[in-house]
C-alpha cells in the first residue's frame, strides 16, 4: 500500500463508467479479488463508503448507500399491493433486495435466483449486514440463469430485476421476450420492476426497456433515486403492471424500518424532472 503525502492510502478504486467518464474512490483494503465462472468480483474497503461489491469493474453495491437501491427496488412494488405473498429476485446475489422484501409480513416466499454462486458466497462472508436474510425460512436461493427459471414460474406477486448493466449474460435480462415470459410468471395482478440504469446517461437503454415492457404490459412507469456510487448518482427503475397502480392502504400506516423508503416517497418517487417525463413519453 502505498501512504501519499496526506499519509492516506494512495490506492485508489476506479470505476470506468464510460469512455469518458470514471469514479475515483480511495481505498484502505482489497478483501477479496478473483475471478468466477461468470465474471470479475472484487470486494475492496473504501474510505468513503465503506465495502465495495464490484463486478467486472462495475460498482453494484457499497455498505452506506447500498440501503437507498434496495429500499427502492423493492418497497415501491411491494407498497401497490395489498398482501404480496411470492417475490422473485433475478439477480441480486448479495440479497440485499430479499431483506427487504422480508420485512413485509404477508411475504411468505421469497425466491432468489443468481447465476453465479460465488457472489452469494461473497456477500455471506464479507456483506453480513446486506446478506443477514438469505437465511430466513422463506427466503429460497436458486443458482439458475433467472431467464430459465421465470419460464417455469408462476403465480408470483412481484418480480424484480437487480441485474448488473446490460452486458454480456446480463443482456437477456434487458429484452421484451425476458418481459414477456414474466408477464406469465406474474399473478393478474403482478407487478415487474427492473433497475433500468441512470436518466443522464442511458436515456436509448431506458426506452428500449420500456418498449420492451409495453409488449407484455398495459402499464409502464419509471421512478427514480439518488444512489451516489452508481453512474450519475442519479437511477431510475422501470415498473410495469396489466392494471394501474396505487399505494395500497397498509402504506401509510407501515411500521416498516427504512432509511430512505417514505410513505410519500410511494408517491413522489414517480414525479419526474422534465427530462426523465420525457423519456416515457
Ligand atoms: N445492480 C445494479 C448495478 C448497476 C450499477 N452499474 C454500474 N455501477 N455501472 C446492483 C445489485 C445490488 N443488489
Known amino acids: 500500500m502505498v501512504l501519499g503525502r496526506t499519509g492516506k492510502s494512495e490506492t485508489w478504486f476506479t470505476e470506468y463508467q464510460t469512455d469518458s467518464l470514471s469514479l475515483g474512490l480511495r481505498i484502505h483494503s482489497v478483501l477479496q479479488s478473483k475471478t468466477t465462472g461468470f465474471q470479475e468480483l472484487l470486494v475492496v474497503e473504501t474510505e468513503t463508503y465503506g465495502r465495495l461489491l464490484a463486478l467486472d469493474g462495475a460498482v453494484q453495491t457499497t455498505a452506506r448507500d447500498e440501503y437507498v437501491y434496495h429500499e427502492m427496488i423493492t418497497h415501491v412494488p411491494l407498497f401497490m399491493l395489498d398482501a404480496p405473498k411470492k417475490v422473485a429476485v433475478i439477480g441480486g446475489g448479495d440479497g440485499g433486495a430479499i431483506r427487504e422484501i422480508l420485512k413485509h409480513p404477508t411475504v411468505e416466499e421469497a425466491h432468489l435466483v443468481e447465476i453465479d454462486a460465488e457472489v452469494v458466497d461473497t456477500a455471506r462472508q464479507y456483506f453480513p449486514e446486506i446478506s443477514v436474510a438469505l437465511g430466513d425460512p422463506r427466503a429460497h436461493v436458486h443458482y439458475a440463469d433467472g431467464i430459465e427459471w421465470v419460464k417455469n414460474a408462476r403465480d408470483l406477486d412481484v418480480i424484480i430485476v437487480d441485474s448488473t448493466d446490460p452486458v454480456g449474460a446480463a443482456q437477456g435480462l434487458f429484452q421484451a421476450q425476458f418481459y414477456q415470459t ?14 433500468s ?14 418498449d420492451g415492457m409495453r409488449t407484455a404490459f398495459s402499464e409502464v412507469r419509471l421512478y427514480c433515486a439518488a444512489i451516489p456510487t452508481y453512474p450519475s448518482g442519479f437511477w431510475s427503475f422501470l415498473m410495469a403492471s396489466n392494471h394501474p397502480t396505487a399505494p395500497s392502504a397498509r402504506t401509510m400506516g407501515t411500521n416498516i424500518e427504512t ?10 418517487a414517480f414525479v419526474l424532472p422534465r427530462f426523465v417525463e420525457e423519456l416515457m413519453a
Do not use: C
Not at 414474466?182 to 433497475?195: C, E, F, K, N, S
Open 197 to 210: 440504469e441512470s436518466p443522464f446517461l442511458h436515456q436509448d437503454l431506458i426506452r428500449q426497456m420500456r
Open 259 to 268: 432509511r430512505y423508503w417514505t410513505p410519500d416517497l410511494q408517491t413522489a
Open 182 to 195: 414474466i408477464a406469465g410468471a406474474l399473478t393478474q395482478d403482478g407487478i415487474l420492476v427492473a433497475q
